[in-house]
């Protein structure tokens, strides 16, 4: 079984590549002004939204497309200065 410590994990690199940028596909989409970025993270999300839906319909690799949705969501989250237990915060509140 995987930690369930990874998305933190995950969350953390991607801070560390917004203020700390490397030569990294996840650097290079934050470090972009500030509007085409936003932008470009946003198109991702929609283009791995739809394939999600696509894999599901196909019940072909919904498990890869939908961990790449969520890693992307997590790089807006980033991008947009939103801290991890902002995230979990709200999961919390939705099971009360």
Known sequence: MVDEGIL??????LEDRRDNPVDSYTSRLMRDDEKRAEDKILEKIGEEAA???IASKNNER???ESADLIFHTLLLLVY????FESLLEEFAARRK
């Open 8 to 13: 933190r994990e995950i969350y953390t690199v």
């Open 51 to 53: 394939e999600v839906i």
């Open 62 to 64: 919904l498990v890869e």
């Open 80 to 83: 947009k200065g939103i801290p």
